[in-house]
């Protein structure tokens, strides 16, 4: 077994919890904090939440995880890639996770650290997937009508400024449409790269070219929906083979 137990600590003070966490980003160990806190998030949009207990997990990847006592999601996160710091401030412990693009932050206020610890983990096991987003393209190629009626491809992996479309192609009305591809349920991040996919081309093809963005996954979040309407999106529930 290749997990290795770095250090614990139970009702650590704000500086041992600090140099605990300290000590773990430059090891690029696997970071737990339980306690109670609250949490401040600022990027495509602001939030706060209030003092509570939690469970904060902070990845050697750069991911960021806040996990309260309800649901498989977190209620906060950072994606693979940020920079984690930790700080003591007034007495608390202040853990921030940042990335630049797009600008992004997460601020982690710990009134008071129940328990800390830290983990060597490496897990060089592959993934066995069944169902991945090769197969949900393969399967809209054989059978464009899962998409809409009449929907034609006109082409996978098309490239753009903002990136590869994964299915490009135009609709009954001659339109064209950009298809992201998503084999789990998604949140915000999917609409994002989806409208950007959408900008770049109305950029590229003329001025009087109608883009229409159409995001296919098995599911997407609240938030992600509302988004697609505010952006003019469009969704479509579809999951891979297999599945």
Not at 75 to 99: D, I, K, L, M
Not at 109 to 118: G, K, L, N, P, Q
């Amino acid at each position: 077994m290749s997990t290795e137990a770095g250090p614990q600590l139970v009702h650590p003070t704000p500086a041992e919890t600090a140099m605990l966490v300290g000590q773990g980003l430059a090891d690029d160990a696997l970071i737990t904090l339980f306690g109670r806190c609250r949490v401040e998030y600022d990027g495509r949009a602001t939030s706060t939440l209030g003092p509570g207990d939690r469970h904060v997990m902070l990845k050697p990847d750069g991911a960021a995880l806040v996990h309260t006592d309800e649901g498989q999601q977190p209620v906060n996160w950072q994606p693979p890639g940020c920079e984690h710091t930790v700080a003591v401030e007034s007495e608390t412990v202040v853990v921030e996770s940042e990335r630049s693009t797009p600008a992004e932050s997460l601020r982690i206020t710990f009134e008071a650290v129940v328990h800390a610890a830290a983990f060597d983990v490496t897990d060089a096991s592959e993934l066995s997937l069944t169902g991945t987003e090769s197969d949900l393209r393969e399967r809209i190629l054989d059978d464009p009508d899962l998409v809409e009626p009449a929907f034609t491809p006109l082409a996978t992996e098309r490239s753009t400024p903002a990136g590869a479309v994964d299915i490009y192609g135009e609709d009954d009305d001659g339109r064209t449409v950009v298809v992201e591809l998503k084999r789990r349920r998604v949140g915000p991040d999917a609409v994002g790269q989806l409208s950007r996919y959408v900008g770049a081309l109305e950029r590229d093809l003329h001025d009087d070219t109608e883009v229409r963005g159409i995001l296919v996954a098995p599911s997407v979040t609240d938030r992600a929906r509302e988004l697609l309407a505010e952006k003019g999106l469009e969704f479509v529930s579809l999951e891979p083979p297999g599945e």
